[in-house]
């Protein structure tokens, strides 16, 4: 199993976080996944972590779709690629109503036909084609104007790979159809098989794959707790986390987390934690999540518990971990991913 990790960007000072990229490649992992959300953007730190590190490779976690024009996402992603000499993936996502209607003005209508046209016009950047579309919501060049097809200057014998971050049917199945490697979230490998797997699998026989040629990219926060004690309070910890995710990652029309989790056995405490987030009782939307789901979706425990959930992760398909290391310093997360790497099965 491959290894990498996951930064957000706005979380905390930059120094900081670029002292934790540096260590995390010292200590060997294979890759660093840089998030944009309604914060920092992804590319700018990219960027600077190029000229930092040697060896790791650089991911977003996401580009979000319909935020750049398809254009200026392959550009970025063939400028940060020439910058990391090679070491960049190109990693892209819808995100949801929520931000893009409300954020950036982006109508969130049609998600997958959106990053289907995408896919196509960065395919034509990528191979250094000049640039003509037209489609439902991608039309290049603009009818009736001046403008011409063009293609990039910035040429690559080797662009970047394309990974997908999905979770709903069509998406997961366009993922499987047309992307180098899947970034998931709220994954519970107990229940993903029906949830994910299925639908990547769908995906990828239509282009006469399977998911073999899709490396599968799951990420999770790991933390260790000495004993039964701490482990109880890592837990509770824990749940207000779980609380946002069903209820405030979205609407009461549209929350692709909770969705996630009712198709993986927890459409009960989905439902009711999500009714009791929108209602303003977030306490009690955080009580009702049991340990089990805390559990199942993290990896927290004692280093046996962190070793077996690991193991059942690799078996149910799980080709990348993206780790979330615990800890309040720079020290303290690079200790926990230290630890956590030394339990991830080969």
């Not at 590319?43 to 650089?58: D, F, I, K, Q, W």
């Amino acid at each position: 199993m491959r290894t990498s990790v996951q930064l957000t960007a706005d979380a905390g000072p930059w120094p900081a976080l670029v002292d934790f990229v540096v260590g995390a490649e010292s200590l060997g992992v294979d890759a660093v996944w840089v998030a944009e959300a309604w914060g920092s953007d992804a590319a700018s730190p990219l960027g600077y972590l190029a000229a930092r590190t040697e060896r790791v490779m650089l991911g977003a976690s996401v580009f979000q779709v319909g935020v750049r024009s398809a254009v200026m996402t392959a550009q970025t992603a063939l400028t940060l690629n020439e910058l990391s000499e090679g070491r960049f993936v190109l990693g892209l996502g819808v995100s949801g109503p929520q931000v893009m209607e409300g954020l950036h003005g982006v109508r969130f209508a049609d998600p997958v036909g959106r990053m289907a046209e995408t896919l196509d016009v960065i395919g034509q950047a990528f191979a250094g084609e000049r640039v003509a579309y037209a489609g439902r919501h991608l039309r290049l060049p603009l009818p009736g104007g001046e403008g011409k097809s063009l293609r990039l200057s910035l040429r690559s014998e080797s662009p970047p790979p394309v990974y997908l971050a999905s979770m709903l049917p069509r998406m997961l199945e366009l993922t499987g159809e047309r992307a180098g490697g899947w970034l998931g979230t709220s994954f519970v490998p107990e229940g993903a098989d029906d949830a994910y797997f299925r639908h990547l699998r769908v995906g990828a026989a239509r282009s006469g794959r399977t998911l073999d040629d899709l490396d599968v990219c799951q990420g999770a926060e790991v933390a260790f707790a000495a004993d039964e004690a701490e482990l109880a309070a890592m837990i509770d910890a824990r749940r207000a986390g779980l609380a946002f995710s069903l209820g405030g990652m979205g609407s009461a029309i549209s929350n692709f987390y909770n969705s996630a989790y009712a198709r993986q056995g927890f459409a009960e405490v989905a439902a009711e934690s999500q009714r009791l987030w929108l209602a303003g009782d977030r306490r009690a939307a955080a009580a009702v999540i049991p340990d089990e789901m805390v559990l199942g979706t993290t990896l927290i425990g004692t280093a046996a518990m962190v070793r077996d959930r690991l193991a059942v992760w690799a078996a149910a398909g799980v080709d990348t971990v993206r780790l979330y290391p615990a800890g309040d310093t720079v020290h303290e997360r690079l200790d926990t991913l230290g630890r956590a790497l030394e339990l991830v099965p080969d």
